[in-house]
């Protein structure tokens, strides 16, 4: 028998979603909601922008007087607009996170299976988990914001073939970009302390995954009221063995001659030339950069680690 945990859940799509069947992906995600949700609303996001004025319409219950939990089924990008719509009107749900995107990086985060019709199922034997989020100029961001190579990069990957060569095209084109880093100045402040010079890659972290792959900081958490910066300061040999080797930060900075890490809760980042930001996968910011994470800001479905280890869904 079905055990309701919320009145009223709300789930949000793309129809443009990384799911080759989107309508069948529904319907698979939808088998499992309504086993812990009374009334589920399946609501199409057609636009950029939307999934944040339905969050508005949810906190003044326009849109219904009863929804406690919002669901996204969507990569890192859509993930990244409920985040904003849910941060910038204070709406104070819960969130569940399906995956159907290319890396789907804070899923890793969230002990979910990458694909959508397991993940769902784990939801229901999930439980609510508090979590960081980081505030980037006026915008918001689970996992990461990044400038230089990342950016390059993700710039050089082709819309429209994230699907099955996805993967292999950001590979290639991540070692194109790798050949030929462009270089930037930066100044920034974090906390009390300023820091200058030059480098072809910033990388702040609030989440352990990045790109489909786990940074090496061991003691990394999306909740421990800080953010990790990392600064690149070589290129070639000496990062790359910098990324393969675990380490916590007391010992990072003794440990790694390439990445400089910097724990902080407040960073101010300003770059000479100008540089576009990647925010979660999404290119929407330029510098100058005032970033500072919130503490316990949100609570998201979580499959505890014990479970995991029992869960044999595929």
């Known amino acids: 028998m079905a055990n309701h945990k919320f009145k009223h859940g709300v789930l949000f799509y793309h129809e443009h979603s990384g799911i080759k069947d989107i309508y069948r992906g529904l319907g698979d995600v939808a088998a499992s909601l309504t086993t812990f949700c009374k009334h589920l609303s399946i609501q199409l996001s057609e636009n950029e922008g939307d999934i944040i004025k339905y969050c508005e319409e949810i906190k ?15 990569g890192d990008g859509t993930v990244n607009e409920l985040i904003n719509g849910v941060m910038q009107n204070n709406l104070d749900v819960p ?6 995107g290319t890396f789907n990086d804070f899923v890793k985060t969230l002990n979910l299976n990458p694909r959508h019709k397991p993940a769902s199922q784990q939801l229901m034997q999930s439980e609510l988990q508090t979590y960081d989020v980081m505030k980037i100029n006026d915008q918001y961001a689970l996992n990461f914001v990044g400038m230089g190579l990342i950016v390059q990069n993700a710039e050089n990957v082709q819309e429209g073939n994230k699907d099955v060569f996805g993967k292999l095209s950001y590979v290639g084109s991540t070692m194109k970009t790798l050949l030929n880093p462009e270089h930037f100045d930066y100044k920034i402040t974090f906390d009390d302390k300023e820091v200058d010079g030059n480098t072809s890659m910033l990388v702040v972290a609030n989440g352990p995954f990045i790109g489909g792959s786990r ?3 061991t003691d990394l958490s999306p909740s421990d009221g800080y953010l990790n910066t990392f ?17 916590d930060s007391m010992n990072w900075n003794k440990m790694t001659d390439g990445i400089q890490h910097v724990l902080s809760k407040k960073i101010t980042i300003e770059t000479d030339p100008q540089q576009k930001e990647d925010m979660d996968g999404e290119i929407a910011l330029t510098t100058p950069l005032e970033i500072e994470v919130i503490p316990n800001a949100i609570q998201i479905l979580t499959l505890p680690e014990e479970k995991l280890e029992n869960d044999d869904l595929n």
């Open 60 to 74: 003044t219950q326009q849109y219904s007087d009863d929804v406690d939990i919002v669901f996204i089924l969507g």
């Open 95 to 100: 969130i569940g996170i399906i995956p159907g």
């Open 215 to 217: 940074i090496p900081l």
């Open 231 to 247: 600064i690149f300061k070589e290129q070639g040999t000496s990062v790359l063995n910098d990324i393969f080797k675990q380490r």
